[in-house]
């Protein structure tokens, strides 16, 4: 019993449940979609309130799969190293097509000064 238990945990620290979805043909493009809109809420939250982006990222990696977050903290180096949010999502797959193009209109400068 013990043994399953401490299997079982290792198994659930490898693989998530959106692991698992993201293998089946359809469920596994809703799935990434769902999961991805849950951490673009989750970082837009946490910066609204002063956290700054790449500590969001960080803060965030608990909760997407295994998959995703180590995709997350490759996006999270490269911001950190100075490279744009756009261009570190979309160079770690974490960027869907519509949030690319609104990530991309975010970071211009000319876009805040419009606001």
């Not at 945990?9 to 359809?26: G, M, N, Q």
């Not at 469920?27 to 769902?34: E, H, I």
């Not at 999961?35 to 997407?64: D, H, K, N, P």
Request: glycine content about 8%; overall charge positive; proline content about 3%.
């Amino acid at each position: 019993v013990i043994g399953a238990i401490i299997g079982w945990r290792a198994l659930r620290e490898k693989f998530s449940i959106s692991d698992v979805l993201a293998k089946l043909p359809w469920v596994g493009q809703r799935a990434r979609t769902y999961e991805l809109s849950r951490l673009y809420m989750t970082v837009g939250l946490l910066l609204s309130g002063g956290i700054t982006l790449v500590r969001a990222l960080q803060m965030v990696e608990a909760t997407v799969g295994a998959g995703t977050r180590a995709q997350l903290q490759l996006a999270a180096q490269r911001i950190a190293s100075g490279e744009t949010f756009s261009a570190a999502m979309q160079a770690n797959h974490l960027a869907e097509p519509v949030a690319l193009r609104l990530f991309t209109w975010a970071s211009a400068p000319a876009t805040w000064a419009k606001c």
